[in-house]
């Protein structure tokens, strides 16, 4: 079976018929192109893209194709007859930067009047898929999350077709990126801090490489690569035969992959700059049969410098997956496999779990009594009700107990003024005083904000957002005084938090989402993908903090900060009614919530 890889309308040489009205949904769009939070029409991603001043439009969901459409050209023509509006006959080259609620076309003013003369109306006209005419095919690559070598978001644009997939290269290293939306993709990166290139399939199935693009790594939000660097599409490959597990015979003429539902496309580049394709379950459950070392960093996107890194990292690999092997052999209540850690040790990963209280529990003072919940829901999940941020990645940095804190406080603060906001736990990490990379305490982080409680007194601090101060995963300076406050000054006024018991974390959180510890220094946690683990805490300490989010009669749902590729799309289930201090250790210290003082919500 041939791979398709390109969305069908936008390879056909006829043209379509459609409708076309005034509108600005396009500015601002999803493709983020105009955003005003990336410097607006003004910014190098908005102005690079554009084949003329403003000429954009949102269109509707299927030419959007669900963001893989975005940046798309098409030839707007109306013929001067049957508009509601007279207007006279025009075309013009538009781009796609939006889906809204277009029916066909729903397009900037200026475009509207430069097609048909009028400024308002709808107007009937014919359209085709064009190249875009971009000041050069090489392609721009603007960083919207800078400062930061565990995390970027990019946006790329100057292309003559949308981009279909992206990778990134770091210290020769490359990176799968996931698109968040538009023409925005994301990565998880592994904290180097070297040169930087990308690698782009556009939706005509060409490739464009953007070598060289920054000489050192992390650069600042706003910076863009020089076009300068990089090599023009290389011509249309001849479609890869799909050499999947699982195939799906209905992707034919589709924007599709040839993996079915229950499946990912995995994609890499071969010695040629070619990109091939592969299929495999999504969530691979594990066993040494089931994916070779290859295919593992085919599946994660590494590579390596050296013939001697990649041997002892194949060796680490495959050591894990023989302990893998052996669990999954022994029938437990939970299922480990492959996830990004599988070629780490347990040393390395041992870094990720930075839980240092420095009190006791019954020490601790709470700042507002817990009000008695009369009623408990026989069962709770926070996921989806609009609290919660996408699951965050702390890279190698021992900052999980910043991921914890900031996480119920996004999540308390959007309950009590049903406003996310995305605040920064770089900001705890670099001026709260409250812990390192080397580890710290959730609560003291707390005390920080507030200014007040067993271990702090001082100047109350709001809450930084992330798109002001972002994550770098380092120890550094602080950079307070030049963030942007998500939570205002007074708004956090301290914490509550109740006894070390099941019913206890119940009623917590039936209140909201739960700041807590667990025990994670074990191989089951590193590479856990699925099911409800039960191990008991056997005198060990909580070494590792997460956000509980839920609960069932039997089980706790756990978000933790390892990305979205670990566990359950980043969370883990713990087992209810573990005797001791719980599973994992979930019940060895109080469960706590940050509390807001509505005097200063706004």
């Known amino acids: ?72 050209c098409f030839e707007v023509t109306y013929g001067g007859s049957g508009g509601t509006n007279p207007g006279m006959a025009g075309s013009a080259v538009v781009q796609v930067v939006n889906s809204a609620d277009a029916v066909d076309f729903t397009c900037h003013v200026d475009v509207f009047k430069a097609i048909t003369g009028a400024s308002t109306g709808q107007f009937p006209v014919s359209f085709k898929p064009v190249r875009c005419d971009v000041a050069s095919d090489r392609g721009v690559a603007t960083i919207l999350d800078g400062n930061n070598a565990y995390f970027t978001k990019a946006i790329f644009s100057d292309l003559p ?150 041997d002892y990292r194949k060796g680490v690999f495959e050591q894990n997956m ?34 240092k209280r420095r009190v006791e529990a019954p020490d601790l003072p709470a700042l507002e009594e817990v009000a008695d919940v009369e009623e408990v829901a026989s069962s709770l999940d926070w996921r989806g009700r609009g609290i919660l941020n996408e699951i965050k990645n702390q890279g190698s940095c021992g900052s999980c107990w910043t991921f914890s804190a900031v996480g119920v406080v996004e999540a308390h603060w959007a309950m009590k003024t049903t406003k996310l906001e995305d605040l920064a736990e770089q900001q705890l990490l670099s001026c709260s005083g409250a812990g390192s990379c080397g580890g710290g305490d959730e609560w003291e982080a707390i005390e920080w904000y507030a200014g007040s409680g067993r271990r702090r007194s001082g100047s109350k601090h709001g809450a930084c957002t992330t798109s002001s101060y972002s994550y770098s995963g380092r120890d550094s300076s602080c950079q307070e005084s030049s963030c942007s406050y998500g939570v205002p000054q007074g708004a956090i006024g301290g914490y509550t938090y109740g006894s070390k018991s099941d019913s206890s974390m119940i009623t917590f959180l039936n209140k909201g989402p739960v700041s807590s510890g667990v025990y994670a220094s074990s191989s089951s946690w590193d590479n856990y993908n699925s099911g409800v683990v039960d191990t008991s805490c056997g005198g060990r300490t909580q070494d590792h903090a997460i956000v509980v989010v839920g609960y069932t009669s039997t089980t706790y749902i756990i978000r933790n900060s390892w990305g979205k590729r670990w566990g359950e799309s980043g969370h883990i289930n713990l087992k209810r009614g573990v005797s001791g201090d719980g599973a994992s250790c979930i019940l060895q210290w109080e469960p706590m919530q940050p509390t807001i003082s509505m005097a200063v919500v706004v």
């Not at 791979?3 to 018929?17: C, F, K, M, Q």
């Open 161 to 310: 077709h949308a981009v279909a997939s992206a990778q990134i290269e770091v210290d020769g290293l490359w990176f799968s990126m996931n698109r968040l939306g538009g023409a925005t993709f994301v990565s998880s990166l592994s904290g180097g801090t070297g040169g930087v290139s990308f690698k782009l399939t556009l939706s005509d199935g060409s490739t464009v490489s953007l070598n060289s693009c920054f000489s050192s790594w992390p650069v600042s939000t706003g910076s863009s690569c020089t076009p300068g660097g990089s090599s023009p599409p290389s011509p249309s490959p001849t479609p890869a035969v799909c050499t999947a597990w699982n195939e799906d015979p209905y992707a034919t003429g589709a924007h599709v992959s040839c993996c079915d539902g229950l499946n990912e496309q995995l994609s890499n580049w071969d010695g040629d700059g070619n990109m091939y394709f592969k299929c495999r379950q999504a969530n691979t459950l594990g066993g040494s049969a089931e994916i070779s070392w290859q295919e593992y960093k085919d599946q994660y996107g590494f590579a390596f410098n050296s013939g001697s890194e990649d």
């Open 1 to 72: 079976m041939l791979i398709p890889v390109s969305w069908t309308l936008l390879v056909s040489a006829a043209a379509d018929t459609g409708t076309m009205t005034v509108g600005t949904a396009a500015v601002g769009a999803s493709c983020e192109y105009a955003n005003s939070e990336n410097g607006g029409l003004d910014s190098p991603a908005a102005t690079s893209p554009y084949v003329k001043s403003n000429h954009f439009c949102a269109a509707n969901p299927a030419k959007f194709a669900g963001g893989a459409g975005c940046g798309e």
């Open 322 to 355: 023989a302990f893998i092997d052996s669990e999954n052999a022994q029938g437990h209540s939970y299922v480990l496999g492959v996830t990004p850690f599988t070629l780490r040790t347990p040393d390395e990963m041992s870094m990720m779990k930075g839980l």
